[in-house]
């Protein structure tokens, strides 16, 4: 546990570092896909939580997915964004395979999850620090993952990174929709007509 602890702290001080460590890393493929599975049953269960404590109302409740629709599209969004990743990042000259990115994405749900945990407790003392620290946390976990696409690919700059991210989340968000339409809305738990 105290390893994890200062693996997390290493990558809230300096993630080109912790990205360069889990790359370095040989780790076997049920290693990243289990580790992929437990990210993202962990961050359904506090999905699950979150709505129990923080109900949406009114129309937003339509909103809410079940736990299991949840996990189905947590694990696509993981899927299909890493391997934009890799060939966006690729397609710009870098060097990044699928399974090394998984293995940076899959510690990075694992970061992002426990810094949500850390915000609930300080939202729950005071909602508006809770607020301001919850933006600061979006923006920083957006520059970790500069740092590990950066890392990924071995480009000499972020600004590469930022090109590779966005236009994999350009293309999650197209792909996205595009299932969300095809197989309805109902089977993910929106409601019909939106």
């Known amino acids: 546990m105290r390893f994890l602890w200062s693996f ?11 990205a360069r460590s889990i790359l370095l890393r040989q780790w076997p493929r049920e290693a990243i896909w289990t580790g992929l599975l437990l990210a993202v049953v962990l961050n359904a269960l506090f999905y699950a ?4 404590w923080f ?6 409740a339509l909103l809410t997915l079940s736990t299991g ?4 599209a947590s694990l696509l969004f993981s899927l299909g964004f890493t391997a934009l990743l890799g060939f966006c990042g690729r397609w710009l000259g870098g060097s990044g395979a699928f399974l090394p990115l998984l293995s940076l994405m899959v510690w990075l749900q ?12 300080v939202m729950l003392l005071s909602p508006l620090i809770g607020g301001l620290l919850s933006l600061l946390s979006n923006v920083f976990v957006f520059f970790v993952l500069l740092n590990f696409v950066n ?15 966005l236009m994999a989340a350009i293309v999650t968000l197209f792909a996205m929709t595009f299932i969300v339409g095809l197989v309805g809305p109902t089977f993910f738990g929106l409601p019909e007509h939106v």
């Open 8 to 18: 997390f702290i290493m990558t809230l001080r300096q993630p080109d570092a912790t």
């Open 49 to 52: 939580l979150l709505n129990l």
């Open 55 to 60: 109900p949406l109302v009114g129309q937003l």
């Open 69 to 72: 629709s949840y996990i189905v």
């Open 110 to 121: 694992f970061v992002q999850l426990a810094l949500q945990m850390i915000l609930i407790l």
């Open 151 to 165: 890392e990924a690919h071995g480009f000499a700059s972020l600004w590469r990174a930022l090109a590779v991210v």
